[in-house]
């Protein structure tokens, strides 16, 4: 195992993260405290025009109201999320589909759906806190997805290193966060995030070749062995 490459990658990749992670969570706070606000308006208007429609028809009123209470199904809904998150999730694959790291419809078998439920819904206080768990969960993974990808890579990196998966990933990485820090440009961040996506699917059919590999030779060599 190669210690120090995957030490390096932990490192740079969590770097990279970090910023992004803390900068969805004070969005989360300042739309927490904006929220209330508007609560603490909007409970003052509707009762001062209440107040003033039941002097005049109450039953009219009532009606009224019944008739505006809508549900919605949010599993149908089409879901836009923020290029920092995508940066994240796209540069920390394995990390991100295991916590479910903000997804809209979380699996029942991820980290958010275990602690957060299956549905993202407005955040409340209880949320964001629930949130910050589900952050140093995804941290966690990271730094264990990195040591594994780094200290183990596939192919022959110390020949052409540049050509590994783990090293296209990163540098893709690096590229995306330098530009979606940038408010200007962060929309073209989505190119380099897309490509660290394609590597990582290059990286999981290396993975799946290696292991094939490995489980033929070890079944020849014990059918020769069987043989002899």
Same mark, same amino acid.
């Given at each position: 195992?190669?210690?120090?490459?995957?030490?390096?990658?932990?490192?740079?990749?969590?770097?990279?993260?970090?910023?992004?992670?803390?900068?969805?969570?004070?969005?989360?706070?300042?739309?927490?405290?904006?929220?209330?606000?508007?609560?603490?308006?909007?409970?003052?208007?509707?009762?001062?025009?209440?107040?003033?429609?039941?002097?005049?028809?109450?039953?009219?009123?009532?009606?009224?109201?019944?008739?505006?209470?809508?549900?919605?199904?949010?599993?149908?809904?089409?879901?836009?999320?923020?290029?920092?998150?995508?940066?994240?999730?796209?540069?920390?694959?394995?990390?991100?589909? $295991?916590?479910?790291?903000?997804?809209?419809?979380?699996?029942?078998?991820?980290?958010?759906?275990?602690?957060?439920?299956?549905?993202?819904?407005?955040?409340?206080?209880?949320? $964001?806190?629930?949130?910050?768990?589900?952050?140093?969960?995804?941290?966690?993974?990271?730094? =264990?997805?990195?040591?594994?990808?780094?200290?183990?890579?596939?192919?022959?990196?110390?020949?052409?290193?540049?050509?590994?998966?783990?090293?296209?990933?990163?540098?893709?990485?690096?590229?995306?966060?330098?530009?979606?820090? =940038?408010?200007?440009?962060?929309?073209?961040?989505?190119?380099?995030?897309? $490509?660290?996506?394609?590597?990582?699917?290059?990286?999981?059919?290396?993975?799946?070749?290696?292991?094939?590999?490995?489980?033929?030779?070890?079944?020849?060599?014990? $059918?020769?062995?069987?043989?002899?």
């Amino acid at each position: 195992m190669n210690w120090r490459r995957g030490l390096m990658l932990v490192g740079i990749n969590l770097v990279l993260a970090m910023p992004l992670i803390l900068m969805m969570e004070a969005r989360d706070a300042q739309w927490l405290r904006e929220h209330k606000e508007n609560l603490v308006l909007l409970a003052r208007e509707a009762a001062a025009r209440d107040a003033v429609l039941k002097e005049k028809t109450p039953a009219r009123v009532d009606a009224a109201q019944e008739e505006e209470s809508v549900s919605f199904n949010y599993e149908g809904l089409l879901v836009s999320y923020p290029v920092q998150v995508e940066v994240v999730r796209f540069g920390n694959f394995p990390a991100s589909a $295991l916590t479910g790291w903000r997804l809209f419809c979380r699996p029942k078998w991820s980290l958010s759906g275990i602690m957060q439920g299956q549905v993202m819904t407005a955040p409340t206080d209880a949320d $964001l806190s629930l949130q910050r768990r589900v952050d140093i969960g995804l941290c966690l993974l990271i730094v =264990i997805q990195w040591l594994l990808v780094g200290g183990f890579p596939l192919g022959r990196p110390q020949k052409r290193w540049w050509r590994e998966a783990g090293i296209i990933i990163t540098a893709c990485t690096v590229v995306a966060t330098c530009l979606v820090l =940038i408010p200007a440009v962060e929309k073209v961040a989505r190119l380099p995030d897309l $490509l660290a996506g394609v590597a990582w699917l290059w990286w999981f059919c290396l993975l799946a070749w290696t292991t094939l590999r490995f489980a033929w030779r070890r079944a020849a060599g014990w $059918l020769t062995r069987q043989s002899n």
